[in-house]
C-alpha cells in the first residue's frame, strides 16, 4: 500500500520532470533556430511585407528579388567557390601537420619535447590579436630569414592579398586555433594503448609506418573532429581573414564589406532602393547565403560531429 | 651513402629512434611557431616599447620605454572602458556559460525522444558563431522591428514578474539582477555555449554506469546523484571549459577591433601593441586566478 504511493509519487515526479525538459529543450531551440528562421522569412519576403503587422513569419508577398540582390552585390557563386577552395586546403594541411605534431607529443618523447608542449600552449593563450601586427608586416616583406632578397636581388615579397599566409600557417600547424588541434590530438593518441604500438614495432615496422598504418586509422574520430571544426572557424574567420585578405572575394571579407557594398548601390540605384530596412533585408540575405553551405553540411555531417568529439579524448 | 644513413640509424636504439621521429614530426609546428608565433611575440613587446615611425626608407623604431602603455591607459580615449568592459563581460559571462553548459549536457545526456535532434540543434551555433554574422546582426535592422512586431514587451514583463517573485521570497537584490540579465542574453549564452557542451557531454559519458546504478541501490535520488557523482567527476572539465570560454571570447570583442583600428587605420603601431600586451597580461592574470581557485577544488580519480 505505502509502496504503491510512493511508486506513483515517484512516477509522478518523473512524468513532471519529462514535461519540463521538454519546455526547456524546445524553448532553447526554438531560440537557437529562431534567427535562422526569421532570416528565411526575410529573404522570401516582399518590400511591402515589412512594415505589414499581420506578417510575422510567412510573407503575404513571396519573392525571390532578396537573393537576386545580395547574390550580385556579394558576387556569390565565385565568392562561394573561392571561400570553398581556402577552407578546405587550410583544413587539409592543418590537419595533417597537427596529426603529426600531435602525435610526437604524445608518443615520441624527446629531450624537450615538454618544453616544446608548453609553446604550443602558449600558442592557444595568447590573443591573436597580439601578435597580427608583427605577422602582417613580415608578411608584407617576407624575405624568409633574407633567403629571398637573396634570391631575386634585394627584394622582398609581399605575401598580403594571396593564399600563401594560409598555406603557411597551417602547413605549419600554427594557423587558426592550431593549437587547440595539437591539443585534440595529442590527447587522443595518448589514449590509444601502448600494446598496439608495440607489437607493430616487433613485427619491424618503422615510426612512420606504424603512425600512418596503425595510428591514424584509429584516430579517426579525431580526425573527423579537427576537419569539421577547422573547416568551419575557417569559412567563418573574419580576423585573419580580412587582415591578410584584403581584396579577394571569400565570404567573410564580402560579409564584412557588405553594408558599404549596399551603401554604394542605393547612392546610384532607384530612388525607391533609398531605404534602409530594404537594405538591412539585403543584408540579412546576404547573412543567410553565407551560412547556407555550412548549415547544409552540417545536416550531413551533423551525426559525426555529435558522436566523434565523445570518442575524441577531449576529456582525457 | 646510404650504407652510412643506414649504420647511423642502426646504432640507435629505438627510443633514441623514436625520438629522432619525434622531432622530425614536431618539426614543422616548431618553425611556424617561431616564424609565426614566438618572432612576431618579441617583435610585437619591442614595438610596444618603441615609438615608429614610416619614412621613404622603411620604419625607423625608437626606444621610448613605457610610453605607449602610459599612453593606452591615460591618454587613450576609449581603451580604459573598453578595457574593463571586456573583463566584466568576461567575468559575467564565463560563470554562466559554463554553468549553463554543464545543465544541458547533463539534459542531453538523459534518454528522450528526439534526442539526436534535440543535440543537433543544440550544436548548431559551433557551426553559425561568427565575428561577422554577430557583428551585422547587432546592427540589423529587420530584427529590430520583427523583435517590436512580435513580443512588444511581451518578455521584459514576465521576466519582471518573476524577479519581483524571487525578491519577495527573500533571493539577494544582486542574485536576481544577475540572472535577469542572463535571461536577457539567452541567446548570446546558448551561442557561445556549444563547444563546452560538447565538452562536457563527452566528459558524462566517460562516467562508469556501475557509479549511478550503485548510487540509485543504496537509494540516491537523481539530485544526489549529480551532485555526489556527476559534478566531481566533470569538475576537472569545469577547468577547461572556463578556459576555453575566455579565449574564445577573443575571436570577438571590443577590445580586439580597437587593437586592430589602432594598428591599421591610425597605424600607431606602438600604441596598439601597448594595448595588446596590457589586454594579454590581464587575461593571463584571470585565467591564473581562476585556474587556481577552480583546480583547489577538482577531484581527481587518481
Given at each position: 500500500?505505502?509502496?504503491?504511493?510512493?511508486l506513483s509519487?515517484?512516477?509522478?515526479?518523473?512524468?513532471l520532470?519529462?514535461?519540463?525538459?521538454?519546455?526547456?529543450?524546445?524553448?532553447?531551440?526554438?531560440?537557437?533556430?529562431?534567427?535562422?528562421?526569421?532570416?528565411?522569412?526575410?529573404?522570401?519576403?516582399?518590400?511591402?511585407d515589412?512594415?505589414?503587422?499581420?506578417?510575422?513569419?510567412?510573407?503575404?508577398?513571396?519573392?525571390?528579388?532578396?537573393?537576386?540582390?545580395?547574390?550580385?552585390?556579394?558576387?556569390?557563386?565565385?565568392?562561394?567557390?573561392?571561400?570553398?577552395?581556402?577552407?578546405?586546403?587550410?583544413?587539409?594541411?592543418?590537419?595533417?601537420?597537427?596529426?603529426?605534431?600531435?602525435?610526437?607529443?604524445?608518443?615520441?618523447?624527446?629531450?624537450g619535447?615538454?618544453?616544446?608542449?608548453?609553446g604550443?600552449?602558449?600558442?592557444?593563450?595568447?590573443?591573436?590579436?597580439?601578435?597580427?601586427?608583427?605577422?602582417?608586416?613580415?608578411?608584407?616583406?617576407?624575405?624568409?630569414?633574407?633567403?629571398?632578397?637573396?634570391?631575386?636581388?634585394?627584394?622582398?615579397?609581399?605575401?598580403?592579398?594571396?593564399?600563401?599566409?594560409?598555406?603557411?600557417?597551417?602547413?605549419?600547424?600554427?594557423?587558426?586555433?592550431?593549437?587547440?588541434?595539437?591539443?585534440?590530438?595529442?590527447?587522443?593518441?595518448?589514449?590509444?594503448?601502448k600494446?598496439?604500438?608495440?607489437?607493430?614495432?616487433?613485427?619491424?615496422?618503422?615510426?612512420?609506418?606504424?603512425?600512418?598504418?596503425?595510428?591514424?586509422?584509429?584516430?579517426?574520430?579525431?580526425?573527423?573532429?579537427?576537419?569539421?571544426?577547422?573547416?568551419?572557424?575557417?569559412?567563418?574567420?573574419?580576423?585573419?581573414?580580412?587582415?591578410?585578405?584584403?581584396?579577394?572575394?571569400?565570404?567573410?571579407?564580402?560579409?564584412?564589406?557588405?553594408?558599404?557594398?549596399?551603401?554604394?548601390?542605393?547612392?546610384?540605384?532607384?530612388?525607391?532602393?533609398?531605404?534602409?530596412?530594404?537594405?538591412?533585408?539585403?543584408?540579412?540575405?546576404?547573412?543567410?547565403?553565407?551560412?547556407?553551405?555550412?548549415?547544409?553540411?552540417?545536416?550531413?555531417?551533423?551525426?559525426?560531429?555529435?558522436?566523434?568529439?565523445e570518442?575524441?579524448?577531449?576529456?582525457? | 651513402?646510404?650504407?652510412?644513413?643506414?649504420l647511423?640509424?642502426?646504432?640507435?636504439?629505438?627510443?633514441?629512434?623514436?625520438?629522432?621521429?619525434?622531432?622530425?614530426?614536431?618539426?614543422?609546428?616548431?618553425?611556424?611557431?617561431?616564424?609565426?608565433?614566438?618572432?612576431?611575440?618579441?617583435?610585437?613587446?619591442?614595438?610596444?616599447?618603441?615609438?615608429?615611425?614610416?619614412?621613404?626608407?622603411g620604419?625607423?623604431?625608437?626606444?621610448?620605454?613605457?610610453?605607449?602603455?602610459i599612453?593606452?591607459?591615460?591618454?587613450?580615449t576609449?581603451?580604459?572602458?573598453?578595457?574593463?568592459?571586456?573583463?566584466?563581460?568576461?567575468?559575467?559571462?564565463?560563470?554562466?556559460?559554463?554553468?549553463?553548459?554543464?545543465?544541458?549536457?547533463?539534459?542531453?545526456?538523459?534518454?528522450?525522444?528526439?534526442?539526436?535532434?534535440?543535440?543537433?540543434?543544440?550544436?548548431?551555433?559551433?557551426?553559425?558563431?561568427?565575428?561577422?554574422?554577430?557583428?551585422?546582426?547587432?546592427?540589423?535592422?529587420?530584427?529590430?522591428?520583427?523583435?517590436?512586431?512580435?513580443?512588444?514587451?511581451?518578455?521584459?514583463?514576465?521576466?519582471?514578474?518573476?524577479?519581483?517573485?524571487?525578491?519577495?521570497?527573500?533571493?539577494?537584490?544582486?542574485?536576481?539582477?544577475?540572472?535577469?540579465?542572463?535571461?536577457?542574453?539567452?541567446?548570446?549564452?546558448?551561442?557561445?555555449?556549444?563547444?563546452?557542451?560538447?565538452?562536457?557531454?563527452?566528459?558524462?559519458?566517460?562516467?562508469?554506469p556501475?557509479?549511478?546504478?550503485?548510487?540509485?541501490?543504496?537509494?540516491?535520488?537523481?539530485?544526489?546523484?549529480?551532485?555526489?557523482?556527476?559534478?566531481?567527476?566533470?569538475?576537472?572539465?569545469?577547468?577547461v571549459?572556463?578556459?576555453?570560454?575566455?579565449?574564445?571570447?577573443?575571436?570577438?570583442?571590443?577590445?580586439?577591433?580597437?587593437?586592430?583600428?589602432?594598428g591599421?587605420?591610425?597605424?600607431?603601431?606602438?600604441?596598439?601593441?601597448?594595448?595588446?600586451?596590457?589586454?594579454?597580461?590581464?587575461?593571463?592574470?584571470?585565467?591564473?586566478?581562476?585556474?587556481?581557485?577552480?583546480?583547489?577544488?577538482?577531484?581527481?580519480?587518481e
Amino acid at each position: 500500500m505505502i509502496l504503491a504511493r510512493l511508486l506513483s509519487l515517484e512516477s509522478w515526479k518523473r512524468g513532471l520532470w519529462t514535461i519540463v525538459r521538454l519546455v526547456l529543450i524546445i524553448g532553447l531551440s526554438f531560440v537557437i533556430l529562431y534567427p535562422i528562421i526569421q532570416k528565411i522569412s526575410t529573404a522570401i519576403k516582399d518590400k511591402a511585407d515589412l512594415y505589414s503587422p499581420i506578417v510575422v513569419f510567412i510573407p503575404e508577398h513571396f519573392t525571390l528579388d532578396n537573393f537576386k540582390q545580395a547574390i550580385s552585390i556579394m558576387d556569390y557563386w565565385e565568392t562561394l567557390a573561392n571561400t570553398f577552395v581556402l577552407s578546405s586546403m587550410t583544413t587539409i594541411m592543418t590537419a595533417a601537420s597537427c596529426a603529426f605534431a600531435g602525435y610526437a607529443f604524445a608518443r615520441l618523447k624527446f629531450k624537450g619535447s615538454n618544453l616544446l608542449f608548453a609553446g604550443v600552449i602558449l600558442t592557444i593563450l595568447v590573443p591573436p590579436t597580439t601578435i597580427l601586427i608583427p605577422i602582417y608586416m613580415n608578411l608584407k616583406d617576407f624575405t624568409l630569414l633574407g633567403v629571398i632578397p637573396l634570391l631575386t636581388g634585394g627584394k622582398s615579397l609581399n605575401l598580403l592579398n594571396s593564399y600563401w599566409p594560409f598555406i603557411l600557417t597551417s602547413l605549419t600547424a600554427n594557423s587558426l586555433k592550431a593549437g587547440l588541434y595539437i591539443f585534440i590530438f595529442r590527447q587522443f593518441f595518448r589514449g590509444i594503448p601502448k600494446e598496439v604500438e608495440e607489437a607493430a614495432y616487433i613485427d619491424g615496422a618503422g615510426v612512420g609506418s606504424t603512425f600512418l598504418r596503425i595510428m591514424l586509422p584509429n584516430a579517426i574520430p579525431s580526425i573527423v573532429t579537427v576537419l569539421l571544426f577547422s573547416f568551419v572557424w575557417q569559412w567563418n574567420d573574419s580576423f585573419f581573414t580580412t587582415t591578410y585578405l584584403t581584396s579577394s572575394k571569400v565570404m567573410s571579407t564580402q560579409l564584412s564589406s557588405l553594408p558599404y557594398n549596399l551603401q554604394i548601390l542605393l547612392e546610384g540605384g532607384a530612388t525607391t532602393n533609398k531605404d534602409p530596412f530594404f537594405m538591412s533585408m539585403v543584408q540579412d540575405t546576404g547573412i543567410l547565403l553565407a551560412i547556407l553551405p555550412l548549415v547544409i553540411l552540417y545536416l550531413f555531417v551533423q551525426r559525426y560531429f555529435v558522436e566523434s568529439i565523445e570518442r575524441t579524448g577531449i576529456v582525457g | 651513402m646510404k650504407t652510412i644513413t643506414k649504420l647511423v640509424f642502426r646504432s640507435r636504439t629505438y627510443n633514441e629512434q623514436k625520438a629522432l621521429w619525434g622531432f622530425l614530426y614536431v618539426l614543422p609546428w616548431l618553425l611556424g611557431f617561431l616564424f609565426f608565433f614566438f618572432i612576431p611575440l618579441l617583435t610585437s613587446l619591442q614595438y610596444s616599447l618603441s615609438s615608429i615611425k614610416a619614412n621613404a626608407n622603411g620604419m625607423t623604431m625608437k626606444y621610448i620605454g613605457f610610453a605607449n602603455y602610459i599612453e593606452a591607459l591615460t591618454v587613450n580615449t576609449s581603451f580604459n572602458r573598453i578595457l574593463t568592459e571586456s573583463v566584466v563581460n568576461m567575468v559575467v559571462n564565463v560563470p554562466l556559460i559554463v554553468i549553463f553548459s554543464l545543465f544541458l549536457a547533463v539534459l542531453l545526456n538523459q534518454k528522450f525522444v528526439g534526442r539526436a535532434l534535440a543535440r543537433s540543434i543544440f550544436f548548431l551555433p559551433v557551426i553559425l558563431a561568427s565575428g561577422v554574422i554577430a557583428t551585422l546582426e547587432a546592427s540589423s535592422l529587420v530584427q529590430a522591428i520583427n523583435e517590436q512586431n512580435a513580443n512588444g514587451g511581451v518578455f521584459s514583463s514576465g521576466t519582471i514578474e518573476l524577479a519581483n517573485i524571487m525578491l519577495r521570497s527573500g533571493v539577494n537584490e544582486d542574485i536576481v539582477l544577475y540572472l535577469m540579465d542572463a535571461v536577457q542574453r539567452i541567446y548570446q549564452i546558448v551561442s557561445q555555449s556549444g563547444v563546452q557542451i560538447l565538452i562536457f557531454l563527452a566528459g558524462i559519458q566517460t562516467i562508469s554506469p556501475q557509479l549511478y546504478e550503485a548510487s540509485k541501490i543504496e537509494g540516491a535520488t537523481g539530485y544526489e546523484a549529480f551532485w555526489k557523482i556527476t559534478f566531481p567527476m566533470v569538475s576537472p572539465l569545469i577547468l577547461v571549459n572556463v578556459i576555453y570560454t575566455i579565449i574564445d571570447s577573443f575571436s570577438r570583442n571590443n577590445m580586439t577591433t580597437l587593437i586592430k583600428e589602432t594598428g591599421f587605420t591610425t597605424f600607431n603601431f606602438g600604441l596598439s601593441s601597448a594595448m595588446a600586451w596590457i589586454y594579454f597580461l590581464v587575461i593571463m592574470i584571470i585565467l591564473l586566478v581562476s585556474a587556481y581557485f577552480i583546480s583547489k577544488r577538482v577531484f581527481y580519480q587518481e
